[in-house]
């Protein structure tokens, strides 16, 4: 059974930093490209980060270039997404997804529940 479980969500003032994570079971980890996308109240599902599956490169949107960074560890079938300067405006639920990149699993599509992260004082 696949799952992708995020945790590490949570208040924090503008400012502060905050560690998600995003543990996977099920699947072989390696052959998915991970992301991280967030939804904010009102609006529709963005993505984020993403980091590939093979060489570890990463892609970030704009809004967060400079304060985000996405990670993975293949050995322990994780993702993470440190987040620094946390601003109010990053205020959402944030997603964990893995798409499938090599041949077998290409066009798999996984997501986790997702992790709430506020910004305020």
């Known amino acids: 059974q696949v799952q992708l479980v995020e945790s590490g969500g949570g208040l924090v003032q503008p400012g502060g930093s905050l560690r998600l994570s995003c543990e996977a079971s099920?699947?072989?980890?390696?052959?998915?490209?991970m992301s991280w996308y967030r939804q904010a109240p009102g609006e529709g599902r963005k993505l984020v980060a993403t980091?590939?599956?093979?060489?570890?490169?990463?892609n970030y949107d704009d809004s967060v270039k400079g304060r985000f960074t996405i990670s993975r560890d293949d050995d322990k079938n994780a993702a993470y997404l440190q987040m620094n300067m946390l601003k109010p405006e990053d205020t959402a639920v944030y997603y964990c997804?893995?798409?499938?990149?090599?041949?077998?699993?290409?066009?798999?599509?996984?997501w986790g529940k997702g992790t709430p992260v506020t910004v305020s004082l």
């Open positions: 099920g699947f072989t980890f390696n052959h998915y490209a």
């Open positions: 980091i590939t599956h093979i060489g570890g490169s990463t």
């Open positions: 997804n893995a798409k499938g990149r090599l041949p077998a699993v290409y066009g798999m599509d996984y």
